[in-house]
């Protein structure tokens, strides 16, 4: 009798000891699911951030190329010595052609434009369907480098950030968000 009971003692400790090892298997999982979400919410974050610079540069890329290659400095010899980008030269105005004129500031604003509608498309792409990522438009400034080899002599240098663009990555779902920013100042190039 004796060894019954000690089988019945022993077996009823190996159940405790197994039903507490499986509630602290769940519970530890919660939290590792917690840690997975974390992570999930970082990497969006992170590659919000990613996106966002890299639409930045390539929509103020595009707007500047697309400037450049229909607007020549040839042209501003057709327009008044105050507009042109060339040292004065004797004035052939004719209207239509000046509009035609290569200018550094107009160059810089069509980069501008570009980039930020570039990015402004950012939020149709869906970077996780359990997680709404949201990218605050900040102000930007292209800045033209010279360059001997290209059309106009110029070229995109850099986009610099005149403000932050905070990047928010959350979820209902699973009661979690995450943040970031590209602060005021950031420079983005690509040599």
Request: with cysteine; hydrophobic share 40%; aromatic share 8%.
């Amino acid at each position: 009798m004796e060894g019954y009971i000690s089988f019945i003692l022993v077996f009823i400790s190996v159940l405790l000891l197994s039903s507490l090892v499986r509630l602290s298997y769940t519970a530890g999982s919660r939290d590792m699911s917690k840690s997975i979400l974390a992570m999930r919410a970082y990497s969006l974050e992170m590659n919000g951030r990613e996106s966002a610079a890299e639409s930045l540069w390539q929509g103020a890329e595009a707007g500047f190329s697309e400037y450049d290659s229909t607007h020549s400095v040839a042209m501003c010899r057709h327009c008044p010595a105050d507009f042109c980008a060339l040292p004065p030269a004797p004035n052939y105005c004719d209207p239509g052609l000046c509009n035609l004129c290569f200018r550094a500031d107009d160059a810089k604003s069509a980069a501008e434009i570009r980039a930020i509608s570039s990015l402004g498309s950012l939020p149709a792409h869906d970077f996780d369907p359990d997680f709404k990522t949201i990218i605050s438009t900040p102000i930007i400034r292209a800045v033209l480098e010279p360059a001997n080899l290209s059309r106009n002599g110029f070229r995109l240098g850099a986009v610099i950030l005149a403000s932050d663009s905070d990047i928010n990555a959350s979820s209902k779902r699973f009661d979690i968000s995450a943040s970031t920013r590209i602060p005021l100042g950031s420079v983005i190039s690509y040599d």
